[in-house]
């Protein structure tokens, strides 16, 4: 038999790729084409495809997921072929949908069958493929470690890109260097509204909560009211509706896309939602289904989306993987992926812009990692007694002197006596080396801080 012409090899393999919109990897496509093409010729031939254009490539090296590129389109405008983010087919189709005017699209209520089809562990919103990709490139290279630790280890980066991305995909006009200022020195730049200094500020203590408490965070009631009064504080007409369920009605501007509006139904989904969310074992089907479901239901008068993106990462924080902060994400595509939920209950385009942002967050923080080094092994071992002692120091405004003598008080009645002198020495340092940009891991208020350092450095009685 004639060896096939290229041609030939790549329509074979365009052809595997249309019956996996989600992507598929080097040894899936090989065992599609039944062996007709030897690994590394197919190797060869995915990489002319993806040079062409005539494929998307996800992920690096053999965990790569291929992607048959979407097919030319006259409806296409220019901006969305310049689109950083590749999209799937299906995704392309619900971009169109949502990109016709409100007055061409079907009006549509909160259909609660999406919600009560879906069976966890059974059900999934990501296929396997994807959910394994993700798992490679979001677990860091790290040993086993108590919940949280790995978003602690690089806390002050996450506080600066989660914050603003997840405000700029709100409109806010922050830069990221003015984030930062606001973040690590409390200074807002001039021009702007206290609005938007008030989105960021809720931000960074929603994501010092879940990082702060790890170990206890989960979808639960707690969890998810408490993040939205945070997210929350301040930025509603209604103050007391801060971590508190809906009790209006509420519109989406821009959408034909109607919430529940009877409080009591609004409460039963809440409740079967977040069920639902706890009972699934996979962290990123976990991340990505709340997502999708929390703002689909609107249960809070406003800050839904923002619940949802910070509430993606529960699962991310407890099972130390790699943070998802939304680096890049262009705001009219979340924009556009949300309205496919809303209005046709479909997935496929905030799966694009999911699995995009979480490969663009694991090269970030891959990098990051590798910049901060391995952790000391005994601050880790004794990281809460360290948290604890320190905040205590910070909160009762205890200077040098002060300090010092409730240390070594401290660490003789809960020290070992073989680490009391090391511990001592730690806690030293940190107490040291602490400035504005860094006190937020004790879970002390900047006035509280501020409290502190100043006696701190008013007295040298040490």
Known sequence: MAKPAPEQDFQAIEAVLRRYPEGAGLKQIAAD??????????????????????????????????????????TLGESEARLPLPLSKTGNEVRRYVRQAVAARTPVGYDRSFLEAYRPNETFHLSASVRRHLAEIGRPKIAAQPAGTYARQILNRLLVDLSWNSSRLEGNTYSLLDTRRLIEFGQAPAGKLQLEAQMILNHKDAIEFLVGSAEEIGFNRYSILNLHALLANNMLADPTAAGRLRRI????????????????????????????????????????????HLP????????????????????????????????????????????????LRRVDLLRDVFVWAYERSAARYAAVRQSLGEPDPFRLRHREALRGVIRDIIRGRMNRKAALTHLTSWAARNIGSAERRQFRETAENELLGLHEGNFARYQVRPSEFAEWQAAWLGAHSD
């Open 296 to 343: 689909y239901l609107q249960p809070f008068d406003d800050v839904n989306k923002r619940v949802s993106r910070l509430g993606a990462n529960i699962p991310l924080i407890r099972n130390n993987l790699v943070p998802l902060a939304f680096t890049d994400v262009p705001r009219s595509t979340y924009t556009e992926a949300v309205l496919g939920i809303y209005e």
């Open 249 to 292: 009605a509420v519109g989406i501007e821009g959408s034909v896309f109607y919430p529940l509006e009877l409080p009591q139904l609004i409460e039963e989904c809440f409740e079967q939602l977040l069920a639902t969310a706890e009972a699934i074992t996979d962290p990123y089907e976990q991340a990505f289904f709340f997502m999708v």
């Open 33 to 74: 084409l039944k062996a007709t093409l030897a690994l590394r010729t197919l190797q060869y031939r995915l990489k002319h495809l993806v040079d062409e254009g005539r494929l998307l490539r996800r992920g690096q090296g053999r965990w790569a997921l291929y992607v048959k590129a979407p097919e030319e389109d006259a």
